[in-house]
Structure formats: structure tokens, C-alpha cells
């Protein structure tokens, strides 16, 4: 079945140090968004993608890094810079030139706590 | 900075009755408007997309209509589920912007 997957699901992690959060999906998706939800809050968009080999931030990309280098996967790495990187991270993705359609797949989600 | 509201912010109701909650939105340059049903431990499901003005749409006892000229849309649930306890978000999207922009959702819980 086609989708996207998250990895891993609950991810801990040190002050001061990077971690990478996977995505991938296999729907043949042109466009890929990285989203932080906190408690109270809406989602907040991180970084997008809408072709491989680029990307913008979002509203709140400060202390987060993205690639693209294909089109199944994109990564996000959360760095020492963010100060409050304890949240539930979403990573959804659709098809260019669709007006919205069927709208966003999103995958399950990573939660990422600092230690 | 765009703003989706939501309301109520959360809800109960009892099985079997009917229910609806409100998305405001900006009404200038719309392009297109979302809903969304998050279960818990589950991924966000698409509900509805709607882009034209007056628009309807209906899934099974769930609709949505949408007004773009005064900014807001409505989430109907007919006859509500206990299945139906979710999160139901809306979002937004304006012309020439790749950004969807979530409201904080409203959360409905069905008792049986």
C-alpha cells in the first residue's frame, strides 16, 4: 500500500546534539512539508519541498535542516540551535499541480523529546 | 501572519446527535480550504478540499460548506459515532503559496 512512513516513532534525545527524523514516502508525491504540532497549538510548518534538489523554510525552520536528494525521502535534522525541540514532528506530502484534491497524506509521526 | 480559527475548542456530545464546528479564515486571497480528522495514535485524514465559494461537500454523515467571502467554514456530523471522536482540523491555503496553515482543531468527543 502506498504511504508514507515515519521513523522511528518515539525518539529521545541529548541536549546539544543532532538528530535526523526520517520520511519517506512512495506515492510518487512531487511536494514534501515537514510539520511541528505543541500542545495548544496548530500544526506549524517546518520546511517544504516541492521538487527534488529543493526546498524553503517554513514559519518556523530556525535551528532545522532539510534535504531532498530524491524524491521518496526527505529528512529533517533538528540541531543543537533549536531551542525547544521537544515536540510531535508530521511529515506529510501531496502532488504538484493538484489544487488539493484529495488533500495532504500524512505519515504517523515522530515524537522527539530532549533528555 | 495568516490565522485559521477554530471553534468550540473541544466538544462532547452524546451518540446519535448532530453536531457542527467553524473554521474563520481571511477571505482575501483564498485558494483553497482543508479539513482534516485526526484520530489519536492515528495519522491526519483528509476530509474535504474545497476552493469555490458556496461549495458543499458530504462524506457519508460528515459535510462541509464554505463561505469565501466572509471567511469560514462549517464541519457537519450527522447522527455522531462514538468512531467519530477525533480531532477535525481545518487549514488554509492562500493564492501564489505553496504554505497550508492549520487552525488548533477541535476536538469531539462522542459518548455512548
Not at chain 1, 511541528?36 to 517546518?46: C, E, K, S, V
Not at chain 1, 502532488?95 to 523529546?113: I, P
Not at chain 2, 452524546?14 to 481571511?26: H, I, K, V
Amino acid at each position: 500500500d502506498g504511504g508514507i512512513t515515519q521513523s522511528p516513532k518515539y525518539l529521545f534525545r541529548k541536549e546539544g546534539q543532532n538528530v535526523t527524523l526520517s520520511c519517506e514516502q512512495n506515492l510518487n508525491h512531487d511536494a514534501m512539508y515537514w510539520y511541528r504540532q505543541d500542545p495548544g497549538q496548530g500544526l506549524r510548518l517546518i520546511y517544504y519541498s516541492q521538487i527534488v534538489n529543493d526546498f524553503q523554510k517554513g514559519d518556523i525552520a530556525e535551528g532545522y535542516s532539510v534535504s531532498r536528494e530524491k524524491k521518496e525521502s526527505f529528512p529533517l535534522t533538528v540541531t543543537s540551535a533549536q531551542k525547544n525541540p521537544t515536540a510531535f514532528y508530521l511529515c506529510a506530502s501531496r502532488m504538484t499541480g493538484d489544487t488539493g484534491g484529495d488533500g495532504y497524506t500524512f505519515g504517523s509521526g515522530t515524537r522527539l523529546t530532549v533528555v | 501572519i495568516l490565522n485559521v480559527e477554530q471553534s468550540p475548542q473541544s466538544l462532547h456530545v452524546q451518540e446519535g446527535d448532530s453536531t457542527n464546528f467553524t473554521c474563520s479564515f481571511p477571505s482575501s486571497n483564498f485558494y483553497a480550504l482543508h479539513w482534516y480528522r485526526w484520530e489519536t495514535a492515528k495519522s491526519p485524514e483528509a476530509l474535504f478540499v474545497m476552493t469555490l465559494n458556496g461549495d458543499e461537500k458530504k462524506k457519508g454523515r460528515i459535510s462541509a460548506t464554505l463561505n469565501t467571502k466572509e471567511g469560514y467554514s462549517y464541519l457537519y456530523i450527522k447522527g455522531s459515532q462514538p468512531e467519530d471522536s477525533a480531532t477535525y482540523l481545518c487549514a488554509l491555503t492562500q493564492g501564489g503559496s505553496e504554505k497550508l496553515v492549520f487552525g488548533k482543531g477541535t476536538k469531539l468527543t462522542v459518548n455512548p
